[in-house]
T-cell receptor, first 114, second 115 residues
Framework: GAVVSQHPSRVICKSGTSVKIECRSL??????MFWYRQFPKQSLMLMAT?????????EQGVEKDKFLINHASLTLSTLTVTSAHPEDSSFYIC??????????FGPGTRLLVL | AQTVTQSQPEMSVQEAETVTLSCTYD???????LFWYKQPPSRQMILVIR??????QNATENRFSVNFQKAAKSFSLKISDSQLGDAAMYFC????????????FGTGTSLTVIP
């Protein structure tokens, strides 16, 4: 199957700093990528849809200025958590759509804001 | 609104036995895709099986098979000969075809495999 990488896998930062998470499709081109947030023992919550070459589409309740998304190429999307606070601590997962509408996921990034 | 319902928060199965996880969905669309994803403790989401709504034949993937009932909007996953490595959260997901829009996920079923 298609491979999606995500970096870093884990990050600890101080409150007020910004954190960038990268999502790459390694063996396919992805015009659309998704960013999710997952709380413990819960389902995935879609944050935004990232489209190559255009602005991301954010879900209701997700702050655009807080969670900056850039999809600069067909293989890379980045999520920047700006001025992170402890309530932003979570597990963030990206995904990309490949052949036949199938979504493949990155391994996730665990963010802890102190 | 598109919704996906997994009515079993937790399930358990004896090793080597068969278990069925249920999923129902609500849609007015006729062309869509359905998926089962597995999330083990590593939290990496792994595709288990997919089904195109226009196909009447149920998808199978080794020990995994689905029972797709389009009229009933039901999409259950059967795991045969359960193995310890099957222990995970299982999410049912739905997506409308060719829209570029999001996937809709169920709330998940936690599967325990008993040795």
């Amino acid at each position: 199957g298609a491979v999606v990488s995500q970096h870093p896998s884990r990050v600890i930062c101080k409150s007020g700093t910004s954190v960038k998470i990268e999502c790459r499709s390694l063996d396919f081109q992805a015009t659309t990528m998704f960013w999710y947030r997952q709380f413990p023992k819960q389902s995935l919550m879609l944050m935004a849809t990232s489209n190559e070459g255009s602005k991301a589409t954010y879900e209701q309740g997700v702050e655009k200025d807080k969670f900056l998304i850039n999809h600069a190429s067909l293989t890379l999307s980045t999520l920047t958590v700006t001025s992170a606070h402890p309530e932003d601590s979570s597990f963030y997962i990206c995904s990309a759509i490949e052949y036949q509408e199938t979504q493949y996921f990155g391994p996730g990034t665990r963010l802890l804001v102190l | 609104a598109q919704t996906v319902t997994q009515s079993q928060p937790e399930m358990s199965v004896q090793e080597a036995e068969t278990v069925t996880l249920s999923c129902t969905y609500d849609t007015s669309e006729s062309d869509y895709y359905l998926f089962w994803y597995k999330q083990p403790p590593s939290r990496q989401m792994i595709l288990v099986i997919r089904q195109e709504a226009y196909k009447q034949q149920n998808a199978t993937e080794n020990r995994f098979s689905v029972n797709f009932q389009k009229a009933a909007k039901s999409f259950s996953l059967k795991i045969s000969d359960s193995q310890l490595g099957d222990a995970a959260m299982y999410f049912c997901a739905y997506r409308i075809s060719n829209t570029g829009n999001q996937f809709y996920f169920g709330t998940g079923t936690s599967l325990t495999v008993i040795p």
